[in-house]
């Protein structure tokens, strides 16, 4: 008679989050449901049809694994529940499709900010702006997220933190590094500073110019990335028609370059370019 597919219980997390091994899959697996850790013990069974579970996240790489394992004996056990909270969160209203590190990333990240927000540390975002206006969704569930970071430890997460639990979750679910976004913020903030050089002027944060340029160079620098670039019929017309224009873009070109370690097609500058010479024409309307 073949063996019934079940997990046995790994360990429990709280009430409503076990750690348990899929028996016949042999995979750890991240159990949640309520009151299902109640009276669980290690070597004990659940079976896959339990009513009481509602929602399963399968650990796949071992590496992961392991370092989730370790970090169940090193973080408050009550960070682990409420970033499982969240991830399932994330996963119900933007996509069950997420890069299984989160699952190490969030309650660590989480660990560490309540541990500033006890010590009275300030938590300082320099790209609060530029997350909250590039990714209206993912910030949202990072609001939810930090209400019930509020509500189960008693503290008031700011805005700014809000905006770093915003990248956790762009990370998991574009499948990118946490480093990436952070470096892409960074960078963006520096082609933006280079564009205000060469224009004369400030571009206001609230402004609709600000908000296009942004969000241009942006998913300029997501499709040089991912080798993504779309010939530009205009581009040598460009050069002609607006050389100043051109001249900054390859600036930023070079810069994007440098930091991304990719180069930059010149159809991608001419895009630039022509989204420069709009912003540059507004002054002389």
């Known amino acids: 008679m073949s063996e019934q597919r079940r997990f046995e219980i790994v360990r429990s997390l709280s009430n409503n989050v076990v750690l348990a091994n899929d028996v016949l899959g042999n995979k ?4 949640m449901g309520k009151g299902l850790g109640f009276g669980a013990k290690p070597g004990g069974s659940l079976e ?11 650990i ?24 499982e909270k969240i991830i399932s969160i994330v996963s119900e209203q933007l996509t069950p499709d997420l890069n299984e590190h989160i699952h190490l990333a969030l309650p660590s990240h989480i660990e560490y900010a309540l541990y500033r927000l006890r010590n009275n540390i300030a938590i300082e975002n320099p790209f609060l702006w530029e997350i909250r206006t590039l990714n209206p969704k993912e910030f949202e569930l990072a609001s939810q997220a930090a ?5 189960t430890f008693d503290v008031e997460v700011p805005e700014d933190e809000i905006g770093f639990l915003t990248i956790h979750i762009q990370s998991a ?3 990118v590094p946490v480093g990436n976004f952070v470096q892409y913020n960074h960078l963006l903030k520096d ?4 564009i205000e050089r060469e224009r004369g002027r400030v571009i206001p944060k609230d402004s609709i110019d600000y908000l296009r340029l942004i969000t241009h160079l942006r998913f300029a620098m997501e499709r040089i990335r991912q ?6 019929p205009f581009r040598d017309n460009l050069k002609e028609m607006a050389p100043y224009e051109f001249s900054v873009a390859q600036k930023c070109a070079d810069l994007m370059s440098k930091k991304l370690e990719i180069e930059v097609p010149e159809d991608e500058t001419a895009y630039i370019a022509m989204h420069l010479y709009r912003l540059f024409h507004k002054d002389s309307e």
């Open 227 to 232: 080798g993504d670039a779309t010939k530009n």
């Open 28 to 31: 750890e697996t991240i159990l």
């Open 48 to 58: 896959t049809s339990d009513t009481r579970i509602e929602k399963t996240f399968v």
């Open 191 to 194: 082609l933006v500073a280079l």
């Open 147 to 151: 209400e019930l970071i509020n509500k």
């Open 60 to 83: 796949e790489d071992k590496q992961h694994l392991s370092q989730y394992q370790m970090l169940l004996g090193q973080i408050d056990p009550e960070v682990i529940v409420i970033s």
């Open 173 to 175: 679910v574009a499948h």
